[in-house]
């Protein structure tokens, strides 16, 4: 059996590479804590490439009377905008309003004006709408998103691709953040900061050592199993937090997370401006429909009860005309099965608080520190996107104790790596790499812009031309780009590279994927041949 060693052992041992798990080793390394995290698979390849991909305060919740999650969320949503403007911006959300729309019935507000005003008939009335606006506009911390705003849609880009029985819109502020690139750039700190970040790496059991925890992992590609030790244990396991208590850890506990997928469809562009419609149902859901991508339309997002973590999660049929129903209620042009590019779906890992409807569950995380064991393990159950580096901050807090930490807060306007620069800056970023490097168009020059930030010049380094940067493999793809995510950024496979670390695979070919597949595993073996040689 392998001994404990001082260098072997770590204060916190992460299980997960998702938001929660990289957002959490990053601030721990941040304030002198040894880290190791385990991630089975590549990061962010569960729920967190699979959201809507927003940092918002999350408007409906306030029907559910969530001011806390929705006030944190909305304070965050700027925080994170400074750390990280290249990977997220501002958006507009223009919301139609119809007197048909209707609440959920089960939602707080809804029962409420269902006693005091029964003749609306769940319907959601234009005052309560902006009741709700205005909460939204003041609950906290806006200071660079522009307030909500009335907007006239006839005659108007925004009402241009709606049908015309939508006269008017009511216009707010929220910002998208790129999900996957969020998770691999918090990776990256972390590691740049000390933690170590095992990828294709399962924890497949953890036990007590006299003080210590005792993990061990498997490789999934080659089966090589290790044993670590740390003091501190932490569940970010997302959808399979309940199966790390249960089967991994082996703890007697019934805690465990509610799993509801939620799926989305693209297509191509279906609308010339950069706002989003925030559509509301007339089965009390909403829907948003974004512009993605530069030429394509991303709309979502539904609520099904999923079955298990290990059911990989997949838009249904059902589901994929669900969503083109809906959309259908607003849009014009009539959308159907044809115009659907791609799709893409993902578990919440929602705190079970016995919720009767998956919509109406809890979206606020809960962190739970169990040592029924002998020692300390955390375990996070549900949180958003929006609201991971304050879960981070919590988690730290809860586990301090534990290990004796000083270490205080530090990730609040503390840039992600190629985030240096001013939050109105990203014009000026684009510009400049095209004056330097002239043979970027603006396509490929806004894509790197968006995704390296100020790095991007460290990839392009002392190109001239197009050429310099090695093969091309389509869609401005190129070796030296690739080489470059091999190595900073954990990628190991084709489809790493275009579904989450950009998502070129909406442009490239099949044939296209496959041949940069081949590449990169041709890569690797010399890479690794060579590193065994030396
Ligand atoms: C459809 C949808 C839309 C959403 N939209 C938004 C939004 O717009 N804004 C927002 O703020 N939030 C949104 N969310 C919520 C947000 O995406 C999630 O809360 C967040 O991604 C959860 O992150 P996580 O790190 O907890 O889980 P995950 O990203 O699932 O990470 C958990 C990781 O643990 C790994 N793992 C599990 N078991 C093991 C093991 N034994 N060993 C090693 N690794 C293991 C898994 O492989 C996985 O990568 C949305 C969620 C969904 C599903």
Redesign the pocket.
């Known amino acids: 059996m392998a001994q404990a060693t001082e260098d072997q052992t770590t204060d916190v041992f992460i299980?997960?590479?998702?938001?929660?798990?990289?957002?959490i080793a990053r601030d721990a390394a941040g304030r002198g804590l040894t880290v190791a995290l385990?991630?089975?698979?590549?990061?962010?390849?569960?729920?967190?490439?699979?959201?809507?991909?927003?940092?918002?305060g999350?408007l409906r919740y306030l029907e559910y009377f969530e001011f806390r999650l929705v006030r944190e969320?909305l304070i965050e949503r700027e925080v994170l905008l400074r750390a990280m403007p290249h990977i997220s911006w501002p958006m507009r959300f223009v919301l139609p309003y119809h007197k048909d729309m209707r609440f959920e019935s089960d939602t707080p507000t809804s029962k409420l004006l269902g006693i005091f005003m029964p003749w609306m008939k769940g319907r959601r009335p234009a005052w309560l709408i902006r009741l709700g606006l205005f909460l939204y506009d003041n609950l906290g911390g806006r200071k660079i998103l522009p307030g909500t705003s009335t907007v006239a849609l006839t005659g108007t880009p925004e009402g241009a691709p709606l049908q015309d029985r939508f006269s008017t819109a009511y216009e707010y502020s929220d910002c998208w953040?790129e999900?996957s690139r969020l998770?691999v750039l918090n990776a990256r700190d972390a590691e740049a900061r000390g933690a170590r970040i095992m990828t294709r790496?399962?924890?497949?059991s953890a036990e007590k050592d006299g003080a210590l925890w005792r993990v061990k992992?498997r490789n999934s590609e080659t089966g090589a199993e290790h044993t670590h030790f740390a003091r501190m244990l932490v569940n970010?396991?997302?959808?399979?937090?309940g199966?790390?208590i249960q089967t991994?850890v082996r703890l007697n506990s019934r805690e465990g997370v509610r799993l509801?997928?939620?799926?989305?469809i693209v297509t191509r562009k279906l609308f010339d401006h950069g706002k989003c419609y925030f559509f509301q149902g007339t089965d009390g859901r909403i829907i948003f429909a974004i512009p993605y991508e530069t030429d394509f339309t991303l709309i979502?997002?539904?609520d099904a009860e999923h079955p298990a973590?290990s059911a990989k999660?997949e838009c249904t049929p059902e589901e994929r005309r669900y969503l083109l129903k809906f959309a259908n209620q607003y849009f014009k042009q009539d959308l159907d099965e044809s115009d659907v590019v791609w799709t893409y779906?993902?578990?919440?890992?929602l705190y079970d608080d016995g919720a009767s409807s998956a919509t109406a569950a809890t979206?606020d995380?809960t962190l739970k520190v169990d040592t029924s064991s002998g020692v300390p393990m955390l375990n996070?159950f549900?949180?958003?996107?929006?609201?991971?580096r304050r879960l981070a901050e919590h988690a730290l807090e809860k586990i301090a104790h534990h290990l004796d930490s000083k270490g205080k807060p530090w990730t609040a306007g503390v840039p992600l790596p190629g985030g240096d620069f001013p939050v109105d800056g990203f014009d000026a970023l684009v510009e400049g790499l095209r004056r330097d490097y002239p043979f970027l168009d603006a396509f490929w020059a806004r894509r790197l812009a968006r995704a390296y930030g100020t790095q991007a010049r460290d990839i392009l380094g002392n190109a001239t031309q197009a050429g310099d940067l090695g093969r091309n493999f389509g869609a401005t793809l190129t070796e030296t780009e690739v080489t470059w995510l091999m190595v900073h950024e954990f990628a190991l496979t084709a489809e790493d590279v275009v579904w989450r670390r950009n998502k070129l695979g909406l442009r490239l070919t099949r044939d296209e994927i496959t041949a940069l597949n081949t590449w990169m595993a041709e890569r690797r073996h010399t890479t690794t041949q060579t590193s065994a040689v030396g």
């Open positions: 299980v997960g590479g998702g938001i929660n798990g990289c957002g385990a991630e089975m698979n590549d990061l962010a390849s569960a729920t967190s490439s699979a959201s809507t991909k927003l940092f918002h999350g969320a953040v999900d998770v790496t399962q924890v497949v992992t970010a396991g997302g959808p399979w937090v199966d790390i991994k509801v997928r939620g799926s989305h979502g997002t539904t973590p999660p779906s993902g578990v919440r890992p979206r995380y996070i549900g949180g958003k996107i929006t609201t991971y």
